[in-house]
């Protein structure tokens, strides 16, 4: 039997059991939890025993990944072999944070130039937080990142979840190409003490060459020199020259670092400035240490392995189509969105590594809010819906705010007993019992009660934390970046390209001009057309 038949009988074994009684066993919490420990961290507690996953389906699943060559795909791409066969390139984003190592590519040693260019950015920032480097009108009060994609989101994230680090300038970031972001961003600031940061590892994307643009405008009507407030972060020399930014505020990196896995270069170079050189390399040191625990633990003992394992199971075995992430942490917010990328941009792809079409599903459709604010929108359909969302719970055991810990305990009560509840559900047994409670009688009692039943079996895991410091954040962002890298490596698909956004790119540039009314819009669908005339009759 191959490795996909054994987790479908798994998955025919596990559709008459439910997960409750899994947990007769008592040691099962124990055994279906994935504890990572590190000086740099404190504990992280992976929980997965609220799954619908036995000792038989996880060993099912732990034969895959090692059938799909896992461990030699892994120290391939550890090691800077050109795993990114559609880019001919190497992926090597953890050698950003390896900072004591040395890695040869292509017969030279990478690291030297690695930690040069990081010397380069702390020394950048470091003067920038002490107003050596100033603007027009003084010390720099506002810097604002342009980039979009991985030249944002890693950044934008990590900076609304480091807040309580922030003592640096304030940090703006602007993605969308619509002229309300940039607007409703600059509106607010001074230009004579604003630096700009423009992220594009390719420095061709739209977008940010439109915004970066209008930066330099904004900026230069009261600003002479406006060149000396801009800075590039970006692979790109020639082109970042050509812009107008001196070398010396250009900060590079090579083309192994894929876009949405580069916050940990230069394209976090905001993220250095808002919270410090020495947040920034305890963040880095965070996700070194999630490295290390991923080269090194056992699979059944391995952080990424088991998450991976656990949303294989919950996709391609068990055929869920999508998967939610819920951090009950505001200071997570933006992290759904993070993920949405590193997730959906890496693994959603319907071909493999050998060009056959795949058949199982591809990754999941990726989304998520933060606790408890979700609990009040979307989980009603997670609850009582037709479709089963696995749920993936982050929960640190203690907040920022010491005064308000009792919102905290309230925060994480919340959190469990949405697990809980997701699990156990409420039968119909239960729920006529408390209509009854309430005086229903008869047929008008049994619809009440149908109404409140909670199917429950619906699983979920939590991940659980001591606090969400620079470094747990780190540790967090690389479990996930490996979690994908895991998932990719089972499903035999290339998580480092990412065709899927370029015939949306090309057809832009083709409907501009159709849009702009300077070609007729010939030769397009009947709607594309209808569209454009109605959008031009309104006088766009
Ligand atoms: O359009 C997708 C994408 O290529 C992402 O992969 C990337 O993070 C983003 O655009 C931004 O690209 P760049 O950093 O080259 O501007």
Not at 264 to 281: D, E, K, R, V
Not at 436 to 448: C, D, P, R, T, Y
Not at 521 to 539: F, H, P, V, Y
Request: net charge negative.
């Amino acid at each position: 039997m191959d490795n996909w038949a054994a987790l479908r009988a798994c998955k025919q074994a596990s559709a008459t059991r439910r997960i409750t009684d899994l947990f007769d066993d008592p040691a099962r919490a124990a055994e279906f939890l994935v504890t990572l420990s590190d000086a740099a961290t404190g504990p992280v507690h992976f929980d997965y025993s609220k799954t619908n996953i036995d000792a038989e389906t996880r060993a099912a699943l732990i034969e895959l990944a090692e059938a799909s060559g896992l461990e030699s795909r892994r120290n391939a791409m550890f090691s800077g072999e050109k795993i990114n066969v559609t880019e001919g390139r190497a992926v090597l984003h953890t050698a950003l944070r390896n900072l004591d190592g040395s890695l040869e590519v292509e017969g030279e040693d990478v690291m030297p130039e690695v930690r040069a260019t990081l010397a380069r950015m702390e020394s950048f920032a470091r003067d920038l937080r002490d107003g050596r480097i100033r603007g027009a009108g003084g010390r720099i009060t506002d810097v604002v990142n342009i980039g979009i994609g991985g030249s944002d989101l890693g950044p934008a994230m990590a900076a609304i979840a480091l807040a309580p680090f922030h003592d640096g300038p304030r940090c703006h970031f602007v993605s969308n190409v619509d002229g309300a972001h940039i607007h409703d961003v600059l509106d607010g600031i001074d230009p004579e003490t604003t630096l700009v940061i423009v992220a594009s590892k390719t420095f061709t994307t739209v977008e940010t060459m439109t915004n970066a643009e209008t930066a330099r405008a904004w900026m230069a009507r009261t600003v002479r020199d406006p060149a000396r407030q801009f800075v590039a972060l970006s692979t790109a020399q020639d082109k970042t020259t050509a812009f107008g930014i001196d070398p010396a505020r250009v900060f590079g990196f090579e083309d192994w670092v894929g876009g949405r896995y580069s916050m940990w270069g230069p394209i976090g170079l905001s993220l250095m400035i808002a919270i410090g050189p020495m947040n920034f390399h305890a963040f880095l040191k965070g996700a070194s240490v999630m490295d290390q625990h991923f080269l090194t633990a056992d699979f059944a003992q391995n952080m990424p392995v088991m998450l991976a394992l656990v949303g294989v199971w919950h996709r391609q075995v068990l055929g869920h189509p999508t998967r939610a992430v819920l951090p009950y942490d505001q200071r997570l917010a933006r992290l759904p969105a993070y993920l949405q990328q590193l997730e959906m941009e890496s693994n959603g792809k319907r071909v493999a590594m050998d060009g056959k079409e795949l058949e199982i599903p591809s990754g999941p459709v990726v989304f998520g809010e933060p606790g408890t604010n979700g609990q009040h929108a979307f989980y009603q359909l997670i609850h009582q819906g037709t479709d089963i969302v696995p749920c993936e719970f982050l929960l640190a055991a203690k907040s920022h705010e010491p005064a308000l810990a009792h919102h905290h305990r309230l925060l994480a009560a919340n959190c469990l007993a949405q697990a809980e509840a997701l699990m156990t559900g409420r039968s119909l047994d239960e729920a006529k019992a408390l209509m009854k409670a309430k005086g229903f009688k008869g047929a008008e009692l049994l619809m009440q009660a149908k109404h409140r039943v909670f199917p429950g079996n619906r699983p979920s895991t939590t991940l659980v934390y001591p606090q969400l410091t620079p470094a747990m954040l780190g540790a967090i962002v690389a479990l996930y970046e490996h979690r994908v890298f895991v998932e990719g490596v089972v499903l035999g698909i290339n998580s480092f390209d990412q065709w899927g956004v370029e015939l949306g790119k090309e057809l832009a540039v083709q409907l501009l001009p159709m849009v702009e009314g300077t070609k007729p819009a010939e030769g397009r669908d009947g709607s594309t057309q209808a569209l454009i005339s109605a959008l031009r009759d309104m006088g766009i």
